[in-house]
């Protein structure tokens, strides 16, 4: 009697847990909207396109008038929603939470003068590159010709926007044995303005972005160049719209439209507007 009520006892306890574990699964089988598509239908149901960004200068700023956020890319993302036939709702936030942002579904795309990056590839889909630039040094002009190389950045302060590529280059410098500094902001325009007060030496940043600041500003800063008189580019990348892995249908909107943009000369008025050249 006693080994039956103890069998009895222990399928007990296994029903018991197997129902749990069900009750476990179906709790956490709720997440898996996460991972479901984004298609046109569930976007024009919604009616709105959520934009992450992140404030990168000519691409992004607020106008010191209005207060309204502008740039090439917040015209870029207005298109894309209008072609989508949608309202554009942009959030911002630190650049390094873009992704992240993007891969939990908080927003729908991402348009922050992003490099397309293959680490960055591995968690989001980007469409094809809207924009050609490269990673580049930038010192005030003292040092315009100390520094040619990575190597020059032996014992100097070098600012970098955390989570950026510049920073990713700074940590892979000093892994590397280059005896730098690195100094990290939230804001390039925070790294500059320590650049000329002389409280870093070099800022490591986006070409185009470093271009719009010297000619909004009229800053002496430099553009390092090698000893063939060239910009050095540390990197020579593509920007990209990014949105999240798995929307294929979006994906290939966004980029039948990057591509009409370029057709109908929407591109060149944009580039033209906000870089100061056609391209």
Same mark, same amino acid.
């Given at each position: 009697?006693?080994?039956?009520? *103890?069998?009895?006892?222990?399928?007990?306890?296994?029903?018991?847990?197997?129902? %749990?574990?069900?009750? @476990?699964?179906?709790?956490?089988?709720?997440?898996?909207?996460?991972?479901?598509?984004? !298609?046109? +239908?569930?976007?024009? &149901?919604?009616? !709105?396109?959520?934009?992450?960004?992140?404030? !990168?200068? $000519?691409?992004?700023?607020?106008?010191?008038?209005?207060?309204?956020?502008? %740039?090439?890319?917040?015209?870029?993302?207005?298109?894309?929603?209008? @072609?989508?036939?949608?309202?554009?709702?942009?959030?911002?936030?630190?650049? +390094?939470?873009?992704?992240?942002?993007?891969?939990?579904?908080?927003?729908?795309?991402?348009?922050?003068?992003?490099?397309?990056? $293959?680490?960055?590839?591995?968690?989001? &889909?980007?469409?094809?590159?809207?924009?050609?630039?490269?990673?580049?040094?930038?010192?005030? $002009?003292?040092?315009?010709?100390?520094?040619?190389?990575?190597?020059?950045?032996?014992?100097?302060?070098? =600012?970098?926007?955390? %989570?950026? !590529? =510049?920073?990713?280059?700074?940590?892979?410098?000093?892994?590397?044995?280059?005896?730098?500094?690195?100094?990290?902001?939230?804001?390039?325009?925070?790294?500059?303005?320590?650049?000329?007060?002389? *409280?870093?030496?070099?800022?490591?940043?986006?070409?185009?972005?470093?271009?719009?600041?010297?000619?909004?500003?009229?800053? &002496?800063?430099?553009?390092?160049?090698?000893?063939?008189?060239?910009?050095?580019?540390?990197?020579?990348? =593509?920007? %990209?719209?990014?949105?999240?892995?798995?929307?294929?249908?979006?994906?290939?909107?966004?980029?039948?439209?990057?591509?009409?943009?370029? @057709?109908?000369?929407?591109?060149?008025?944009?580039?033209?507007?906000?870089?100061?050249?056609? @391209?």
């Amino acid at each position: 009697m006693k080994n039956v009520l *103890r069998l009895l006892f222990v399928a007990v306890l296994l029903l018991s847990f197997a129902s %749990g574990c069900q009750k @476990q699964s179906a709790s956490t089988g709720g997440s898996s909207s996460s991972s479901e598509e984004l !298609t046109l +239908a569930k976007l024009k &149901d919604k009616g !709105t396109l959520v934009i992450g960004t992140a404030i !990168t200068k $000519p691409f992004e700023f607020h106008d010191p008038d209005t207060n309204e956020l502008v %740039g090439f890319d917040v015209d870029v993302a207005n298109y894309v929603a209008q @072609q989508l036939g949608v309202k554009a709702e942009f959030v911002e936030m630190p650049f +390094a939470s873009l992704i992240p942002s993007l891969e939990t579904r908080k927003v729908d795309m991402t348009i922050a003068a992003m490099y397309i990056k $293959p680490e960055r590839e591995e968690v989001v &889909d980007f469409a094809k590159p809207y924009m050609e630039t490269g990673l580049v040094m930038v010192v005030r $002009p003292d040092l315009a010709d100390k520094v040619k190389t990575t190597d020059d950045l032996n014992g100097l302060k070098v =600012g970098v926007k955390i %989570g950026a !590529t =510049g920073d990713a280059l700074a940590q892979d410098l000093i892994a590397k044995g280059v005896n730098l500094e690195r100094k990290e902001y939230k804001e390039t325009l925070e790294s500059f303005a320590d650049l000329e007060s002389g *409280r870093i030496d070099v800022v490591l940043n986006d070409y185009l972005n470093t271009l719009a600041y010297i000619k909004d500003t009229g800053s &002496d800063v430099v553009i390092v160049k090698g000893e063939d008189g060239k910009v050095n580019f540390l990197s020579h990348v =593509g920007l %990209g719209i990014a949105v999240h892995d798995g929307d294929k249908e979006l994906l290939a909107k966004i980029n039948d439209i990057l591509d009409e943009m370029h @057709q109908n000369g929407t591109y060149d008025k944009l580039y033209q507007k906000w870089l100061g050249a056609s @391209q």
